[in-house]
């Protein structure tokens, strides 16, 4: 099973933007019978990244604009590999 997680800035007030990319990763991939899950995984550094099985496969500056989509697009090539 792929494992994706959604590594995101607790301190910079990010928990909103990492559970919208959460909930947009799960509708889009939802086809996927081989993922796992969509986790968040909050930490203390500078981060917004999404990972497939521990592997970063997107990531934004924590001062920029997070766009989902941009992260299921990430996502689906990674699968499809």
Known sequence: MVRIAIEYCAPCRLGAEAVATQRILSDYLRDYDEIDGVTLDP?????FCVHVD?????????????DPMEAVAAVRTR???
Do not use: I, Q
């Open 43 to 47: 930490s203390g550094e500078e981060v």
């Open 54 to 66: 521990d592997e970063p496969v997107w990531s934004v500056d924590p001062d920029g604009r997070v």
């Open 79 to 81: 699968l499809a590999v």
